[in-house]
């Protein structure tokens, strides 16, 4: 793209075993830069060694936290082809997110555009092995040099790749989760449905503390009852109650994940009874009584689908169906992977 700058770097860092990618430690030649400034406007696309940004100690950023970024990955099949899956929808879910935060938004073809090209400047990172991937860091941040508490006038957008190892290198394995009844992660009308760093902040020392007590990670309820699901860890939520698949609505306060929206979209074209409603502990725990908590998963970009087997709510033990990944995750976590990796058509325009 000729308004995509190319800063070729000067040495190529060699590549990495694949077998030891693990996640997020290892980034690749280049990066892409674009600047905002007010008379300008986005400008100055550019794809540059990577390398340390310099930032003013004052930059808003570092103080205020104006800042969001996106999770996305680039995966190579087994035709040697590299594939982005529905990564429109990332930057359509960059440009909303930027908004709330008051952040001038980057027109969504435009950030596809050069995201495309940074990866096939660096083809040659996507790794081979199966289930690897390379993940795609677009972030956004207010660079203007100012302490006063107000939107900044400065910003800039940036993009890493880092080359990431088999999310399930030693297969899937249900997880335990806590049901997270003290600290809240976001509430109506705040971040939560950006992917802001600030929620990432806010949801660290719940995480940590449910570790300690020997859980994967913590299920979120609501800020005001405590009693409605919201996500699991930083996934979307989905859970099988007898014939039904329920997932929580759009409330303004979870992530408008693409692969909820992707894990919709197959359910109902298998015929599956999938609603977007409101769900509670206390129907969760009825559900479980009669024995019909068929299935809980998680979705997101990092595991696709993540089944759980237990959820421990004020010391009580949920078990989810017989303990083992049910048949809807595993039908879906394949179909998803399957369409991913170029095993499977493509009939629904969610490659490029
Ligand atoms: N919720 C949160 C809080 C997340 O961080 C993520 C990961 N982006 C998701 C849900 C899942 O979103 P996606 O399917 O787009 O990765």
Known sequence: MSHI???PAATRKPKPDEGGLGFGRIFTDHMLLADYDVDKG???????????????????????????????????????KVRLFRTEKNCERMAAGAA?????PIDPAFMLEMITELVRVEQDWVPRAPGTALYIRPTLIATEPFLGVRPAKTYTFFVVLSPVG????????????????????????????????ANYAASLLAGEEAKKKGYAQVLWLDAIEHRWFEEVGTMNLFLRIGDEVVTPPLGG??????????AIT??????????????????????????ELREVFGTGTAA???????????????????????ELSRRLYDTITGIQYGKLPDTRGWLR
């Open 253 to 262: 306060s979870i992530l408008d994940g693409v692969t909820r929206d992707t």
């Open 166 to 197: 088999a999310y399930y290198a030693e297969g899937i394995d249900p997880v335990r989760i806590w049901v997270e009844a003290k600290y809240v992660r976001a509430a109506r009308g705040g971040l939560g449905a950006v992917k802001a760093g």
């Open 304 to 326: 696709v689908i993540s089944p759980v087997k237990e959820l421990c709510y004020h010391g009580e033990s949920l078990v989810v169906g017989d303990g083992k990944m049910g």
């Open 5 to 7: 700058q190319f800063v």
């Open 42 to 80: 986005w400008h100055g696309a550019r794809i540059v060694p990577y390398g340390p940004l310099s930032l003013d100690p004052a930059a808003a950023v570092l103080h205020y936290g104006q800042e969001l970024f996106e999770g996305i990955k680039a995966f190579r099949g087994g035709d040697g």
């Open 266 to 291: 197959l359910l109902r074209e298998w015929g599956a009874k999938v609603s977007e409603r409101p769900v509670s502990i206390d129907e969760v725990r009825e559900a479980h009584a009669r024995g």
């Open 100 to 104: 709330r935060l008051c952040i001038p």
